[in-house]
């Protein structure tokens, strides 16, 4: 007795919204060998290339995801630094409205001033050792990524134009990223110059 060997496809069930295998051409010629392994390494080689491509984005996510994660912790403290910054500045604007130090001033003066030099030194050790650093502007050339220029006057004899000749306060920043700049007076090029 000779079993009749039905098509595969009438044995599967039907699946709802699954597509049915496809057909065999029936007018294509027969595959040599060679073209079938010709066509497979085609395939082999594209896979590969994806693969690459796939492995090349997810190292760019991770390197990205690193570089944002290191940002958010070394910046996190920003606003607050800001505010901190602050307060050394007005700290300063207390220490230059005493009196200069003249020869017989009243003793508690005098000590009123070395404290509050103690304390100014101390807290700026504090804000450097946690990444805030000042940097003085008085003397240096413009630098628009560490200055806003709130005036420009004449150039004084010797100074160069371009040059910081005031410095209402200096700029700060946060682990070399600015956070405050410096408010300054810079000299213009039409004063006279010694060569």
Same mark, same amino acid.
């Given at each position: 007795?000779?079993?009749?060997?039905?098509?595969? *496809?009438?044995?599967? %069930?039907?699946?709802? @919204?699954?597509?049915?295998?496809?057909?065999?051409?029936?007018?294509?010629?027969?595959?040599?060998?060679?073209? /079938? &392994?010709? *066509?497979?390494?085609?395939?082999?080689?594209?896979? /590969?290339?994806?693969?690459?491509?796939?492995?090349?984005?997810?190292? $760019?996510?991770?390197?990205?995801?690193?570089?944002?994660?290191?940002?958010?912790?070394?910046?996190? &403290?920003?606003? =607050?630094? @800001?505010?901190?910054?602050?307060?050394?500045? $007005?700290? /300063? /604007?207390?220490?230059?409205?005493?009196?200069?130090?003249?020869?017989?001033?009243?003793?508690?003066?005098?000590?009123?001033?070395?404290? =509050?030099? @103690?304390?100014?030194?101390? =807290?700026?050790?504090?804000?450097?050792? $946690? !990444? &805030?650093?000042?940097?003085?502007?008085?003397?240096?050339? =413009?630098?628009?990524?560490?200055?806003? *220029?709130? #005036?420009?006057? %004449?150039?004084?004899? !010797?100074?160069?134009?371009?040059?910081? &000749?005031? #410095?209402?306060?200096?700029?700060?920043?946060? $682990? !070399?990223?600015?956070?405050? %700049?410096?408010?300054?007076?810079?000299?213009?090029?039409? @004063?006279?110059?010694?060569?």
């Amino acid at each position: 007795m000779q079993e009749t060997m039905s098509d595969p *496809a009438e044995q599967l %069930p039907d699946i709802p @919204g699954a597509e049915p295998p496809p057909e065999a051409p029936q007018d294509a010629a027969p595959q040599t060998d060679a073209e /079938r &392994i010709a *066509a497979l390494e085609a395939e082999v080689q594209q896979l /590969r290339d994806r693969w690459l491509r796939s492995e090349a984005e997810m190292q $760019n996510l991770r390197s990205r995801t690193q570089r944002e994660v290191a940002d958010a912790r070394q910046y996190a &403290i920003q606003k =607050f630094a @800001g505010d901190v910054v602050e307060a050394a500045q $007005n700290l /300063r /604007r207390g220490l230059d409205a005493l009196p200069p130090q003249q020869e017989g001033e009243p003793e508690l003066l005098t000590k009123l001033r070395e404290g =509050f030099e @103690g304390v100014e030194r101390s =807290f700026l050790g504090v804000l450097e050792r $946690n !990444g &805030i650093a000042r940097k003085d502007a008085q003397g240096q050339p =413009f630098d628009p990524e560490l200055h806003q *220029a709130m #005036a420009e006057q %004449p150039a004084p004899e !010797g100074v160069a134009p371009g040059t910081v &000749i005031q #410095a209402w306060t200096p700029a700060w920043t946060l $682990n !070399g990223r600015l956070l405050k %700049p410096a408010m300054v007076v810079v000299a213009a090029g039409g @004063g006279t110059q010694s060569k």
